[in-house]
């Protein structure tokens, strides 16, 4: 990956990331839930960011990856990898990925 590609990739991947909490925050304000609300982390890995949804009690599901190569949003198999061919939105996307694949999100 380039430098300017890469750089364009964690842009991309910081705005998608502010943005996929907010719709997460959103629908949990919505429904009225009095729980915490589950928080999004990132962890790199050489092809795959896996975003790690973190719930109260310290809770932790792989809640999607993001492919470092196109920017594909794909499903989760499971914790350590992908579905493939199951992409929910792109983050370089006008919307970010974020609207094709916040009905999918859920608090």
């Known amino acids: 990956m380039t430098n300017q590609t890469q750089e364009n990739f964690e842009t991309s991947l910081e705005a998608w990331l502010v943005n996929a909490q907010k719709v997460i925050e959103d629908a949990h304000k919505r429904r009225g839930y009095s729980f915490e609300c589950s928080s999004l982390e990132m962890m790199r890995g050489r092809r795959y960011v896996r975003v790690v949804r973190v719930d109260s ?18 499903k989760p198999a499971g914790w350590k990898g992908p579905a493939k061919n199951f992409a929910r939105g792109n983050i ?16």
């Not at 009690?57 to 949003?73: E, P």
């Not at 370089?92 to 608090?107: D, I, N, P, R």
């Open 92 to 107: 370089y996307t006008k919307s970010l990925g974020v609207s094709e694949f916040g009905a999918h999100t859920c608090c």
């Open 57 to 74: 009690g310290d809770q932790r599901s792989a809640h999607c990856f993001i492919d470092r190569t196109n920017g594909d949003v794909l």
